[in-house]
Nanobody, 123 residues
Framework: QVQLVESGGGLVQAGGSLKLSCVAS????????LGWFRQAPGKEHELVAGISWTGASYFYSYSAKGRFTISRDNAKSTVYLEMNNLKPDDTAVYSC????????????????WGQGTQVTVSS
């Protein structure tokens, strides 16, 4: 059974930082492209960052570029999202997702999804 389990969310003041983790099990992690999505209340899932299965290719949304960094550790079957200079607009549930071969900006294109971790940024 495939599982993706996120952690690291929480409440932080504007300008602060958080590092999210997503640990995968039950799949050949190194063969999958990983994406971090977020969903704010009443909005669709938004891809904020993606990393290819090789780790050599990245995607960042306009809002994430320069503030967020995605990385992966295939030996630990873990993908990370380091978020700096957080803003109230970053408040959302953040979820990781896995697919082959390349990342997609569409939530439903992914094969596996985690349950998400809440990130709340206060002003």
């Amino acid at each position: 059974q495939v599982q993706l389990v996120e952690s690291g969310g929480g409440l932080v003041q504007a300008g602060g930082s958080l590092k999210l983790s997503c640990v995968a099990s039950g799949l050949a992690f190194g063969n999958y492209t990983l994406g971090w999505f977020r969903q704010a209340p009443g909005k669709e899932h938004e891809l904020v960052a993606g990393i290819s299965w090789t780790g050599a290719s990245y995607f960042y949304s306009y809002s994430a570029k320069g503030r967020f960094t995605i990385s992966r550790d295939n030996a630990k079957s873990t993908v990370y999202l380091e978020m700096n200079n957080l803003k109230p607009d970053d408040t959302a549930v953040y979820s990781c997702a896995a697919r082959r071969p390349m990342y997609s900006s569409t939530w439903s294109d992914y094969e596996y999804w985690g349950q998400g971790t809440q990130v709340t940024v206060s002003s």
